[in-house]
């Protein structure tokens, strides 16, 4: 329903005195037509350029990974006019840079631990054998995400920036002891033998208080948020 003040006001509009082009004022409804239609409330724009924003419900089940590659797939297949275009944003383009800032930080971290180990035992070999231990948590990461169908998100990112102060700080206890029994003057095999068995406890011992610590939040993720 229309209400009556707008038809007034419309009514006044039709009567607002215009000059034509032989210089005499006229209505404007004697130049004009007028008619009801559909307008947008408002006009809003991204990057200086009109936009319309279309939101979409989702199952909080899936992943986002796997919503973005659906959601990606249907607009690829969808025909727009000239001069149209549909990107993501939102949720999905706030975690894809996430995702690209959590990669830098992982870049930026592993960087920095190179340099401090480095300075550390006065050496630029002793700390490649301890990042390489980097490697063996990226498999760990890998199998998990397939073994649960999960995605690559910022959730995890971040879950393996923890992972990854853990795996050195282990690999740096073992490694600082083959150190110390190696300059004390043991044979390499017998050093790395023995740091192994003496380091073995309190390396699962960190490990183990961080991964309980960490199931809660793990098993009831979605409860937590």
Do not use: C
């Not at 959590?102 to 960087?111: R, Y």
Request: proline share 4%; net charge negative.
């Amino acid at each position: 329903l229309i209400d009556d003040a707008v038809i007034a006001g419309i009514e006044e509009l039709r009567t607002i005195l215009v000059p034509s082009s032989s210089g005499s004022w006229v209505p404007l409804d004697a130049i004009a037509d007028f008619e009801f239609t559909r307008s947008p409330g408002g006009i809003s724009r991204i990057d200086q350029q009109t936009s319309r924003t279309l939101r979409i419900r989702v199952d909080p089940s899936r992943n986002m990974a796997d919503i973005e590659r659906d959601v990606t797939a249907r607009l690829a297949n969808l025909a727009l006019p000239a001069g149209y275009r549909m990107t993501t944003e939102g949720f999905i383009a706030r975690q894809t840079e996430e995702l690209d800032n959590a990669a830098l930080m992982l870049g930026l971290g592993l960087l920095l631990m190179y340099l401090i180990m480095g300075a550390l035992f006065e050496s630029f070999t002793l700390p490649v054998p301890i990042l390489l231990t980097v490697f063996l948590a990226a498999f760990g990461v890998i199998w998990t995400l397939w073994l649960w169908q999960t995605g690559l998100d910022q959730v995890v990112m971040f879950g393996a920036i923890l992972l990854l102060g853990i795996v050195v700080n282990n690999a740096i206890v073992l490694v600082a002891q083959v150190n110390a029994l190696r300059l004390d003057g043991m044979p390499r095999d017998e050093a790395l033998l023995s740091a192994a068995r003496s380091r073995f406890r309190p390396i699962i011992m960190t490990a183990a208080t961080t991964v309980v610590g960490m199931l809660p939040m793990a098993l009831g993720g979605e409860r937590l948020m």
